[in-house]
Each structure stands twice: as C-alpha cells, then as structure tokens.
C-alpha cells in the first residue's frame, strides 16, 4: 500500500510542490532504492537478532516517517521521509523468511503464493482509493491512511507475531562471513535475475503509467486509480494458481510459464500499439495478464532464492529483494524519463517488452544446471 496508494496523487503533489513531474516521480524510483539498500542488510541482521524485534522495530520507523511526510513544507523534505518511509520494506523480506524458517522450499512457495494473494487486494484497491482521496482531502489523505494502518500493524505484530528464527548462536560478524556461501551459488542468481526481470515491467509501470493515463489518455485522478489496479487482479489469480499447484508441478516450471505468460502479454501490447488500436481497457487489460505471470512466478522464485542456501533464508530473502527493487527503481525511474507529450506511450511499452522478454533466460539456466549437477 505505500508503494503505491498515493500515485494518482502525483500531478497534484507536483503543483502544490510547485515542482516538475520528474521531481515528485522521485517518490516511487528513490523509495525503491532505499528499499533495494535496506534489504541488503535486513535479512542477515534477523539471521542474528529474530524476526520479531527487528519487524516491531522496522514498524515504528515507518510510523514516524509517515508522519514527516505529513508535515513536509517542500519536495525536498517530503522526498527524505519518503526514503525513510521504505524501512517497511522489512514486512516483506521478513514475513518470506518466517515462512521459509518453518516449510521446505515448495511447501513455502505455496504458501508464500497464498499470502500474496492476500496482499494483491490492497494494491488493486490501493489506487482507486488514493485517487477518491485526493479529490475529497488532498494529496495528503493518502498519507493518513497509510499512518493509520501502520500503526494498526504495528499493534497486530506486537500482538501476534511469534519468533520463529532457529538460533544459531552466531555472531553478527559470523553472519555476515557466510554470505559469501550465498553470493557463490549460481542457482541464486538465475532466481534473482528472473525475479528481477519478470517484475521489472510492473515497476516500470508504476513509474510510467501515473503519466501515460493522465497525459496520454486524460483519465482523472479517482478514473486513474480506479485502473492502476489491473495488474493486481491477475497478480492475486496468479498468488491462487501458485497457492494451489506449487507442490504438484514444482517450482521451476512455475517460474517459466509465468515468463511465458507475462512476456506474452506484453508483446500483445506492443503489437495493439504498433496497430493503433490502443485503448484505455485495452492498455490496462493488458496489464492483467502481465499481474498473472508475476503471480505465478515471483512465490517460486522467491523460494528458490531462500531454497539454495536455507540456513541463510533471511539474508537470501533481503538480497534478493534488494536486487530486484534494485532493478524496479532504475526501471521505474527510467519509465518515467521516457516519457514526453510527443512519445505516448510507446517507450513504456518497449520497455516492458524488453524485461519480460529478458526473464525467461535465467530460468532456463537453472533448469539446465539442476539436471547437470542436482538441485
């Protein structure tokens, strides 16, 4: 939700800033990068510390920062707690891991795929109402509704989460002299670079859409939101599918047929484009079948990154997150730099099409190294 339940606000921040569109677009790509960062550093530190006091104390991060972003006067000071706003990204990294802490690799991909699910709804919804948001309170109406379910998490964390690292005994700096096990193995990195290719396009849509629909397309703020959340229809479709048939069909071809499926997509797109028979519901339907490529694919991936060394799934969890939103703030950053009057909506396009096109790759790497020397 705070990735995204904001964007159809963009233009209007941008006035009130008295700023340019590139400026405040800074929000989503320099979120991500701190993102990318923290998660570098998040997985090993829970590795060493647990789960549980490093999410409470990730949670009350996000709180404050909220809160600066409510009492920002300029960009500039609305950019900083903005950054300091993705300690959340902890959520994430570290709700995999607990998962990870208690299933094996396909039972954790499933499971994984359900919890997604669960969190699809929020950015399918999230848009539609940051944009009613807007027109009945103000760019900042968003931002209230992110402090509230903050703290509404923190509460329901505090409450309810368990600890469920295995202790090892290990010092932080005997955490860290492990990493390199993990760095080594190249069954890793085919997962992180199909995650990060494969999702690529969907960050390159949050930076390039909140453009494409107001300029190209006219759409109103609340009309904007309410079509942001194609992507997350198919994304909660695809969490189900992977969900229910992980364990059956395993995580490898789970992962390549939601390349398949999502690169697909994209080049319908592009061929729509190239045939000027883009629309409004045909762009963003579009989108639907990308959402359920990544739903298929990103819990097996994810698994498999935590799979490869699973005494380090905090750490593989943290770094793998770290390379792919790594990889999401350039192409959200770049999507947004494409974009003119005079382009429409062709470099987005383009774009998409290249990183699907460029997941199916890695895949298919591990799938052959896995039959040369095992899992």
Known sequence: MAMNIFLPSLPSMTTYFGTDYAV?????SLYLAVNAVLQLFIGAISDRFGRRPVMLAALLGFI???????????????????????VVVTAIVLSRAAIRDV?????????????????????????????LLDEAFGWRGSFVVMLLVGLAVLWLSWADMGE?????????????????????????WGYCATATLASGAFFAYLGGVPYVGTQV????????????GAPAIGYAAGNFLSGRYTVRIGINRMILWGCLLGCGAMLLLAGLHLLDWLSVSVFFGCFIFMGLGNGILLPSATAGMMSVRPHLAGSASGIGGAIMIGGGAALSALAGALL???????????????????????????????KQIGP
């Open 24 to 28: 405040m677009q800074l929000s989503v």
């Open 64 to 86: 404050l920062a909220t809160i600066g972003t409510l009492l920002a006067t300029s960009a500039g000071m609305f950019l900083v707690f903005r950054m300091m706003q993705a």
């Open 103 to 131: 299933l094996d690799d396909a039972a954790a991909a499933a499971r994984i795929g359900y919890v997604t699910m669960g969190m699809a709804i929020v950015p399918m919804v999230a848009p539609a109402l940051g944009g």
């Open 164 to 188: 469920t690292r295995r202790e090892t005994g290990m010092t932080m700096r005997a955490t860290f002299a492990e990493l390199p096990e993990l760095i080594r193995a190249r069954r890793f």
């Open 217 to 228: 397309f006219g759409l109103s703020p609340a009309l904007l939101g309410l079509y942001f």
């Open 340 to 370: 003119t009057p005079e382009s429409g909506a062709g470099p987005l396009i383009w774009l998409m099409v290249a990183t699907t096109a460029l997941s199916i790759a890695p895949i298919l790497y591990v799938v052959r190294r896995e």
